[in-house]
């Protein structure tokens, strides 16, 4: 399984009311002790000849410790050529502390709750931060932007200011400094059996109403089968649906997750916030579903099964339609090689299906990134730290040297294009080759790059050509909607809304199961599940979310 896929599957069933962090300016709004008389540290680490940080290297060694999530597909390796490219690019070595990537979430929050955290903490996701703000144990990171040029660069030229707004805290300052892309990626939607649907002159659905014609169809010729048998528990297909019926999701990096959905929703036309689970958008959304399931087109177990139960029944040809992304596609691949024959079948990734309210998508250009401990403030080479991991994250240098490695042993460049050397393999980019780029050398992981991130360039310079035509089929004609405000709660205002949120949305899981697998009948217990949603709290709920907005949405511009 794919590392985004796991993330997916990780997530926890909770409210997210809009909770924000970020960048207030960009570069210009910084605390005083940042704008203020220009330390000897400061000028120090500032190398006037390239001001931009395009080139960063130390004068003298120097050493950071840093949290490491540990990989199980590529463990870590002592030898990695990885590390020996960031210590001669930078003169820096990285002390690591290694934790496995089961563990990551977990022993960041002990390591940084006892005083105890590394410098430097990536792999910490817009949001992960809030529990580790009240207590002083990371840095508002947005009082030393104006150190950071390549991020900064960044978030103007691609014009990401807005969606670094919506993570700002109550103190109108952000705590993480999220990983970034210029062009959106959406890697999650359904593959289809494009070969059968070939054979029996089925048209590639682009909406939701066409794919019910089509497994109806699909149905009819092949009646022992179920034609969608999904996996993710129905997570990313469900999530994935919510924003074409009318439901105003908040995605991260094209990941949908129904059980992490927000229940108080933002809605743009009122600008206001809004319980939708009792919506006539999200009713409508639950009764295409339910009749999918009702008339077998759609396998029930799909939110019980496991991901090898699902993928078992779409390789074997037991189903044709199921929830995929831009990596897992390809596993699947390499599997059907083996169960139907090479050359017997065809697989497509299809665009994000349309819905009731057209072909819009939710999702975000930010994604997971960097805390800094408060501690590495007292380093004195902090402000070094600073450069240093705005080169190595966000500078095009740095980037390409994460990703791709070193010139002339892990890739070259023909006719301007990234190319991986003949006996280096990655994402089947380079099939014969007997070296792993992840495994035996290092790069392309997570902790360092996002799969499909950064510049545009060298985002497709990882892709296939196909999901390059994906992507960019996807950019042009599927609607990003914007990203939803702030919503600054303070910590007793957290506390208050956690304590309302938590069963609302227990309930609203527990009912989505019911209603779309038939437990419970839309027609005849809706008014009662509405009924228990209001018994919850749910007015509360949604008068707290619109007082905190309405009382700092000016702060927060």
Same mark, same amino acid.
């Given at each position: 399984m794919s590392k985004n896929a796991k993330r997916l599957l990780s997530f926890l069933l909770v409210v997210v009311l809009a909770v924000g962090v970020l960048l207030a300016g960009c570069g210009k709004n910084t605390s005083s002790s940042s704008n203020n008389n220009t330390t000897k540290q400061e000028q120090t680490a500032t190398n006037s000849k390239d001001p931009q940080n395009l080139h960063f290297k130390s004068d003298k060694p120097l050493e950071f410790t840093m949290l490491y999530s540990d990989h199980p597909n590529y463990p870590y390796k002592e030898d990695w050529l990885l590390w020996k490219a960031i210590k001669d690019a930078t003169n820096v070595t990285l002390k690591l502390t290694i934790v496995p990537m089961s563990d990551y979430t977990q022993k960041r929050s002990l390591l940084i709750s006892s005083g105890q955290a590394p410098e430097i903490i990536p792999k910490t996701y817009p949001g992960q931060e809030i529990p580790f703000v009240s207590s002083g144990a990371i840095l508002p990171i947005s009082d030393y932007i104006n150190e950071m040029p390549n991020f900064s660069r960044e978030v103007k030229e691609w014009g990401l200011q807005k969606e670094l707004d919506s993570l700002k805290q109550a103190d109108g300052k952000f705590y993480v400094l999220p990983m970034l892309h210029q062009d959106y990626t959406m890697q999650y939607s359904l593959a289809i059996r494009q070969d059968i649907f070939d054979k029996n002159n089925i048209p590639v659905p682009n909406t939701w109403d066409e794919l019910e014609s089509a497994l109806k169809k699909l149905k009819e010729i092949y009646p022992n089968s179920t034609p969608l048998s999904d996996r993710w528990q129905g997570k990313a297909l469900i999530g994935e649906a919510m924003p074409t019926f009318g439901v105003p999701i908040s995605g +991260?990096?094209?990941?949908?997750?129904? %059980?992490?959905?927000?229940?108080?929703?933002?809605?743009?036309? !009122?600008? /206001?916030?809004? =319980?939708?689970?009792?919506?006539?958008?999200y009713k409508d959304m639950l009764t295409y579903f339910n009749r999918l399931v009702k008339e077998g087109l759609l396998d029930p177990e799909s939110f019980t099964q496991t991901d090898d139960q699902a993928v078992q029944k779409f390789v074997t040809g037991k189903s044709f339609v199921i929830m995929t992304n831009t990596q897992e596609i390809e596993n699947m691949k390499n599997k059907m090689d083996q169960t139907l024959g090479k050359g017997n079948y065809k697989v497509t990734q299809i665009l994000p299906l349309a819905g009731p309210k057209g072909g819009v998508i939710a999702g975000s250009h930010l994604e997971n990134g960097i805390i800094i401990s408060a501690k590495a403030k007292d380093d004195p080479n902090f402000h070094q730290l600073l450069k240093f991991v705005d080169w190595l994250?966000? +500078?095009?240098?740095?980037?390409?040297? %994460?990703?791709?490695?070193?010139?002339?042993?892990?890739?070259? !460049?023909? /006719?301007?294009? =990234?190319?991986?050397?003949?006996?280096?393999?990655?994402?089947?980019?380079?099939?014969?080759?007997?070296?792993?780029?992840?495994?035996?050398?290092?790069?392309?992981?997570?902790?360092?790059?996002?799969?499909y991130g950064g510049p545009k360039d060298i985002a497709e310079s990882m892709m296939t050509p196909d999901i390059a035509n994906f992507e960019n089929q996807v950019n042009s004609k599927r609607k990003l909607l914007p990203i939803a405000p702030p919503v600054p709660f303070t910590e007793s205002q957290r506390e208050q809304a956690n304590m309302l949120s938590q069963p609302i949305a227990d309930y609203v899981e527990q009912m989505m199961l019911k209603f779309i697998?038939?437990?419970?009948?839309?027609?005849?217990?809706?008014?009662?599940?509405?009924?228990?949603?209001?018994?919850?709290?749910?007015?509360?709920?949604?008068?707290? %979310?619109?007082?905190?907005?309405?009382?700092?949405?000016?702060?927060?511009?």
């Open positions: +991260s990096d094209g990941l949908f997750d129904w %059980t992490q959905s927000t229940t108080v929703l933002y809605n743009s036309s !009122k600008d /206001n916030w809004e =319980f939708y689970p009792t919506s006539p958008e994250w966000y +500078s095009e240098a740095g980037q390409t040297l %994460t990703k791709w490695g070193v010139e002339g042993v892990t890739y070259q !460049k023909v /006719n301007g294009k =990234f190319q991986l050397m003949p006996d280096v393999n990655y994402m089947n980019l380079n099939p014969s080759g007997t070296k792993n780029l992840q495994k035996d050398y290092g790069f392309s992981g997570g902790v360092f790059c996002l799969l697998t038939g437990v419970s009948s839309i027609d005849r217990d809706w008014d009662s599940y509405v009924q228990q949603c209001k018994a919850k709290g749910v007015a509360q709920l949604v008068k707290l %979310t619109n007082d905190v907005y309405k009382s700092t949405k000016d702060k927060m511009k």
